[in-house]
């Protein structure tokens, strides 16, 4: 009787590392499972700084189109303009 199931283990061995192989490296696997919330993790972390950057851009359209100062002042900063009548005086070191 011993002899006749000895083909059993063999054929049990073998499907249990076809259903291991599968949970540890195919697809859906433990591995892919951990990437892919990894991924998951680093892109809501990028929406996050895409979504505080537009605020701070709509923000400032909303200045632009409200009044002339913010113009003014990129003009200032940024084109380094005076208004007219103005003197600019720059100190050097």
Known sequence: MLKSHFWL??????????LQFRLWVGEGSLAQVVDLTQQISEQQDENERLLERNRLLEAEVMELKQGMETVEERARHELGMVKQGETLYQMTE
């Open 9 to 18: 283990f063999p054929a049990l061995i073998l499907l249990l590392v076809g």
